[in-house]
């Protein structure tokens, strides 16, 4: 499989649920970020997480990152009806260029139901 | 709160046409990029641009394509002859030299149609 992988690739929930979707990938990263897509729209920046860190919080959202699986998670507590979206992780791998450039995973697609 | 803009949000055009789609980073940004998203897939990058000159670039930036940052704000992206092929999400994003291995912020994209 291709560097950040998302699974699963799709899920659907009910309002107040949580959301748990999951990212592996195969180099050695910088970070890791996750992104959320309304569709057809642009890439909202949620969350970075860095190689030397564990797990992280912002909001209702929670990520994990186990570098020695190359995987990460991403929680959504308490769902709403407006988290509806799809997800994307994007790695930024441990090389030394002067430009880092993102690899995006397939995305997983979120639905909350109301 | 400062946001990357980007324009048109919606372009068609004709096989064979340059486009020029055109985004204005974050004021105090030094790295940009450019990745697009074909209907369905993933985000692909394509470039990234640093002092003025092209830091990488991936197999899909072909001689076809061109940047430039043509003044102190504007980011272009620039496709000669476009292909049917090429119609895709464009995403602009830039991130703060400073922190240059972090966060990228995305603009909105724009949506290109080759007919």
């Known amino acids: 499989s291709q560097q950040g992988e998302e699974d699963p690739q799709a899920l659907s929930i009910q309002e107040g649920e949580n959301a748990t979707m999951n990212c592996s990938y195969k180099t050695s990263i910088n970070n890791l970020q996750w992104y959320r897509q309304n569709s057809g729209r642009g890439l909202v920046h949620l969350i970075l997480?860095?190689?030397?860190?564990r797990e992280k919080h912002s909001g209702r959202l929670r990520v994990t990152l186990d570098t020695s699986k190359k995987s990460s998670s991403l929680l959504i507590t308490a769902s709403r009806a407006a988290d509806t979206a799809s997800y994307f992780c994007?790695?930024?791998?441990?090389?030394?260029?002067?430009?880092?450039?993102?690899?995006f995973g397939g995305g997983t697609r979120v639905l909350v139901k109301p | 709160e400062p946001e990357v803009t980007q324009t048109p949000s919606h372009q068609v055009t004709q096989m064979g046409q340059e486009v020029i789609l055109r985004c204005v980073p974050i004021?105090?940004?030094?790295?940009f990029y450019w990745y697009r998203q074909i209907l369905g897939q993933k985000v692909e990058f394509l470039v990234s641009f640093y002092n003025n000159e092209i830091s990488e670039k991936s197999e899909i930036f072909d001689d076809q394509f061109s940047v430039e940052r043509p003044d102190g704000s504007n980011f272009t992206l620039k496709i000669r002859s476009t292909k049917l092929e090429d119609s895709a999400m464009y995403f602009c994003?830039?991130?703060?030299?400073?922190?240059?291995?972090?966060?990228?912020?995305f603009g909105p994209g724009t949506r290109l149609t080759v007919t």
């Open positions: 997480i860095r190689s030397n860190e």
């Open positions: 994003a830039s991130s703060d030299g400073k922190r240059a291995r972090y966060e990228q912020y």
């Open positions: 994007a790695t930024d791998p441990m090389i030394k260029a002067a430009g880092n450039k993102l690899t």
């Open positions: 004021s105090n940004h030094l790295y």
